[in-house]
């Protein structure tokens, strides 16, 4: 281990800081040194082979396997002006394009990306690093994990893949390696450290791994990479008020990304998970009156009757405080840990309740579509003629990003005939 720590740290500053002191550990210190004081091993680099250490063995690894994504669509608008003040229009067609990375994760074609990157396209095309040219179809795409799975036909040709890294053992100040098309110039790497890890602020469900590594628009989708040359994440945005890279990108850890592009293949979509609760995350105050020692966990809200939750047995007003063992901060952290599992997967769940812990066994599962999916047509003399609507259950709101917990009826379809559609009725309402 000591050897390895001592590559990398050369690597990192080798060739960059070649004038700067460098942390030499004892492993490669002169024996005579152990015991010294840490002031003593900080010391220039002693030979021109410590001075050209670099990431290239990691780059060399790991590049071939991350891809540029192009995708296009095309889009009708009425722009002509004259027309267009008799509320009529000549519509006129234009091509919108989109440009990202994505990384190569099964050896017959299998490619993740973001789900932004391809959104709404009707055309998508992979250039892989040696600049051949696939055209690729969606497997799966999730809006809400962003991840989307793609497939070129290699016609039986071997890809280089990059293994994921699931194992969750990344620590906030490892080396990382972040490659990628930014502003479509052609693959780049640059690296970096794990600024952060579970950054639940970017989004409603992901615990995001924080770089500095520079990432910019194109990066998306790309690869995040560890020193042993494995898929840590998924890159996915940026935080800057200019556009470019100010030292703060996101990656999608690789244990939902693993998770996504098993569930696309075997599945077909990919799912996530839930236990039937509406959770919140614990702030300051909520944490006194329950009678935490500090603001953590999420407290349920709402339980769906008869859903994993229920089942084992948690109420409302529990607080989930970690699941198999990962603390849980916040919602978006519980929704990320139950994303990462199979459905079917039983959890430990510690709880707190009434002042003590205790832990329960909770069976994440797929949302059930409960009542049963019931569509029909509305006929008649009435406002809702022409509208096909369909009622609520979990399953459905899954489908379409809606609310779990939502009752009623949603619109599915409608007609261009009927009153309905005087009343401006929309697919989705």
Known sequence: MKNKITSIVGKFFGGALVLSAIFIPQACADPAQKGTTPEASLMVPQSSVQMKMSFAPVVKETAPAVVNVYS??????????????????????????????????????????????????????????????????????????????????????????????????????????????????????????????????????ANFIQTDAAVNPGNSGGALVDMDGHLVGVNTAIFSRSGGSNGIGFAIPGELVKRAVDSALSDGKIIR????????????????????????????????????????????????????????????????????????YKAKVEIWRDGKTRTVSVRADTPKEFPKRNQLTIEGTNPFEGLSVVNMSPALAEEMDFDPFASGVVIAARGRDGLSARFRFRTGD
């Open 273 to 344: 998970p839930w236990i039937g609760a509406r959770t919140e995350g614990v702030n300051a105050v909520m944490a006194e009156a329950l009678g935490l020692d500090r603001p953590r966990g999420a407290i349920v809200e709402e339980i769906y009757a008869g859903g994993p939750a229920d089942k084992a047995g948690i109420k409302r007003r529990d607080v989930v405080l970690s699941i198999d063992g990962t603390e849980i901060f916040d919602d978006s952290g519980l929704r990320f840990k139950l994303a990462t599992f199979s459905p079917g």
């Open 72 to 205: 296009e669509r095309k889009v009708r608008q009425r722009v002509d002006p004259f027309f267009s003040f008799f509320g009529r229009g000549i519509p006129r067609e234009r091509t919108e394009r989109s440009l990202g990375s994505g990384v190569i994760v099964r050896s017959n074609g299998v490619i993740v990306t973001n789900a932004h990157v391809i959104k709404g396209a009707q055309e998508m095309r992979v250039v892989l690093a040696d600049r051949r040219e696939f055209k690729a179809i969606l497997l799966a795409a999730d809006s809400e994990s962003d991840l989307a799975i793609l497939q070129i036909d290699t016609k039986g040709e071997r890809l280089p893949v990059l293994p994921i890294a699931s194992d969750n053992t990344l620590e906030v100040g490892d080396l990382v390696l972040a490659i990628g098309n930014p502003f479509g110039v052609g693959q780049t790497v640059t690296s970096g450290i794990v600024s952060a890890l579970g950054r639940t602020q970017v989004s409603d469900l």
